[in-house]
């Protein structure tokens, strides 16, 4: 069974920078797509960036592509999100997602399985 643990979250002034990890277990995941996503208190779960797990193809929010990066480490089944620059409006929950996704990467529903999400929060 796939499960995920993301980690990395906490507090952090704006313009500074914070790094995610999502360790991925139960597959071996090389025809995954893997995603992270994010849901601000009162909004819908918002797709941040994806990546193939097999070739390292990324997909970014366009709105985010010029601080956000993600990244894998294919020996360490890890996937991580460094985040910089961050801002108040980033403040989320922050959730590392993964399936056999072929398209609409940017689409919470084509994701199969999810982690427990790790708060981020920006102060002013």
């Known amino acids: 069974q796939v499960q995920l643990a993301e980690s990395g979250g906490g507090l952090v002034q704006a313009g500074g920078s914070l790094r995610l990890s999502c360790a991925a277990s139960?597959?071996?995941?090389?025809?995954?797509?893997m995603g992270w996503f994010r849901q601000a208190p009162g909004k819908e779960r918002e797709f941040v960036a994806a990546?193939?797990?097999?070739?390292?193809?990324?997909y970014y929010a366009d709105s985010l592509r010029s601080r956000f990066t993600i990244s894998r480490d294919y020996a360490k089944n890890m996937v991580y999100l460094q985040m910089n620059s961050l801002k108040p409006e980033d403040t989320a929950v922050y959730y590392c997602?993964?399936?056999?996704?072929?398209?609409?990467?940017?689409?919470?529903?084509?994701?199969?399985?999810w982690g427990r999400g790790t708060q981020v929060t920006v102060s002013s």
């Open positions: 997602a993964a399936g056999l996704v072929s398209s609409l990467y940017h689409e919470p529903g084509r994701y199969n399985y």
């Open positions: 139960g597959d071996t995941f090389s025809d995954y797509r």
């Open positions: 990546i193939r797990w097999s070739v390292g193809f990324t």
